[in-house]
């Protein structure tokens, strides 16, 4: 079984930053990409990052593109989410996630099968 347990949210001004974590448990963590994904009041959850199983490549939204980072520590288990110039627009709780295969990549949501709970990330004007 995995566990993701995402750390690091919280209540920032306009163009401030953050740093999400997500560590996970279980010995597999460094053969399966992983995801960064928000879900705002009113919306559907919907991709905002992912990095595959070496970190070589990654992916963003093109709403995020230019202000966040995604990076991932195999030898900790932990990956990223480097958020730079945040806007109000951001404020979701962002959730991290497994990529359902190993080896592969994709920006699905319903590509990804273990989540964690969720951070709280707020923007305010």
């Known amino acids: 079984q995995v566990q993701l347990v995402e750390s690091g949210g919280g209540l920032v001004q306009a163009g401030g930053s953050l740093r999400l974590s997500c560590a996970a448990s279980g010995r597999t963590f460094s053969s399966y990409a992983m995801g960064w994904f928000r879900q705002a009041p009113g919306k559907e959850r919907e991709f905002v990052a992912c990095?595959?199983?070496?970190?070589?490549?990654?992916f963003y939204a093109d709403s995020v593109k230019g202000r966040f980072t995604i990076s991932r520590d195999n030898a900790k288990n932990t990956v990223y989410l480097q958020m730079n110039s945040l806007k109000p627009e951001d404020t979701a709780v962002y959730y991290c996630a497994r990529y359902q295969s190993p080896l592969g990549i994709a920006t699905g949501v319903n590509e990804y099968d273990y989540w964690g709970q969720g951070t709280q990330v707020t923007v305010s004007s």
């Open positions: 990095i595959s199983w070496s970190g070589i490549s990654t």
